[in-house]
Nanobody, 123 residues
Framework: QVQLVESGGGLVQVGGSLRLFCAAS????????MDWFRQAPGKEREFVAA???????YYADSVKGRFTVSRDNAKSTVYLQMNSLKPEDTAVYYC?????????????????WGKGTLVTVSS
């Protein structure tokens, strides 16, 4: 059974940093691509960042230069380092796995999904 479990969310002030974690089990992590998505209150879920099995990455324009996605295949974990946080980054953050690279960039087209971790940026 595939499980993706996010952690690391919390309350942070504007301009602060957080590091999110997504621990994967039940899949061949090293050959899967991983995405981060987020959903703000009252808004659609949106793509944030993706990382392929060889380390290739891409980002939504809204987070380029502030967020960094990385992975540790030995630990079956993907990370999202978030710096210079803004109030509009407040959302539930989800990780998802795909067998494809590039990934579909669409939540519903991913193969496996986590349940999310809440990030709140206070001003």
């Amino acid at each position: 059974q595939v499980q993706l479990v996010e952690s690391g969310g919390g309350l942070v002030q504007v301009g602060g940093s957080l590091r999110l974690f997504c621990a994967a089990s039940g899949l061949t992590f090293s050959s899967g691509a991983m995405d981060w998505f987020r959903q703000a209150p009252g808004k659609e879920r949106e793509f944030v960042a993706a990382i392929g099995w060889s380390g290739g990455t891409y980002y939504a324009d809204s987070v380029k230069g502030r967020f960094t996605v990385s992975r540790d295949n030995a630990k079956s974990t993907v990370y999202l380092q978030m710096n210079s946080l803004k109030p509009e980054d407040t959302a539930v953050y989800y990780c998802a796995a795909s067998r494809k690279w590039p990934t579909p960039l669409l939540w519903g087209a991913m193969d496996y999904w986590g349940k999310g971790t809440l990030v709140t940026v206070s001003s």
